[in-house]
């Protein structure tokens, strides 16, 4: 496989023929190599059009629903961002090539682990992931110009929209255990607006604002 001319089919067959056009997206995407982010078992399917298994129930999530929920993110180069989920670490390393600062939660310690020891072999150094339950968000480091939840929640966690900036989005995948609608939510300085952006599929978003198992 040549890593190079895979990412380049992936762009041009998955993302641009399906409505990604952002450009910095798309350039995102052609720099970050995915094939790291995958067990050596299945590098060969790195750049196919699914989710693959990364361990402990947990996914890769397919490259078009990554650049979807990106491009709906709208990430500017000033940007600090909040990812709830790290899993392999991939969704957070195409944001940090978009934006000044990730930080990203992961209830799995051994997920962490692997996904910032190939985020530093990267160079990838403006991404900061913490180990704890991501549906409580990062007060601390609020409020967020965009947050961006890569797994399922039955419903929004308040605490998210809570540490939104005016005018910051949060992109989360809502409904139950097999089934979502990709939603997209912006704060505004009177209210919070809800978008539709279709049907997906995700692995439960576990914690005290999520599933309890």
Same mark, same amino acid.
């Given at each position: ?7 380049? !089919? ?16 798309? +350039? ?10 995958? @067990? *050596? ?16 129930? #947990? ?21 600090? &961002?909040? @990812?709830?989920? !790290? ?8 944001? $940090?090539?978009?934006?000044?600062? /990730?930080?990203?939660? *992961?209830?799995? $310690?051994? &997920? =962490? +682990? ?24 990062? =007060? ?7 947050? /961006?939840?890569?797994?399922? =929640?039955?419903?929004?966690? *308040?605490?998210?929209?809570? #540490? ?9 995948? /809502? ?5 979502? @609608? ?5 704060? !505004? ?5 809800? @978008? ?6 995700? /692995?439960? &978003? ?8």
């Amino acid at each position: 496989m040549d890593p190079v001319l895979a990412r380049q !089919t992936m762009v041009n067959e998955q993302l641009k023929a399906r409505g990604i056009k952002d450009p910095r997206v798309l +350039s995102a995407f052609l720099e970050v190599p995915r094939h790291r982010f995958v @067990e *050596e078992y299945l590098k060969y399917k790195a750049y196919d059009d699914y989710p693959l298994s990364i361990g402990f129930g #947990q996914t890769i999530s397919q490259p078009y629903m990554v650049a979807l929920m990106t491009q709906a993110l709208m990430p500017q180069p000033g940007h600090k &961002l909040l @990812e709830i989920g !790290t899993g392999s670490g991939y969704q957070a390393a195409i944001l $940090s090539r978009l934006c000044r600062i /990730v930080h990203s939660i *992961e209830r799995i $310690s051994s &997920l =962490a +682990s692997r996904a910032r020891k190939i985020h530093d072999e990267l160079g990838y150094f403006n991404i900061h992931i913490r180990i704890g339950d991501g549906t409580l968000g990062l =007060a601390k480091e609020a409020p967020f110009d965009g947050i /961006v939840v890569t797994a399922g =929640a039955p419903h929004v966690p *308040e605490a998210l929209i809570a #540490q939104l900036a005016e005018g910051g989005q949060l992109i989360i995948p /809502v409904g139950d255990e097999s089934l979502q @609608e990709l939603k997209r939510f912006t704060r !505004t300085k009177d209210t919070v607006k809800e @978008e539709s952006l279709g049907g997906c599929r995700f /692995v439960k &978003l576990i914690g005290k604002n999520g599933w309890a198992k």
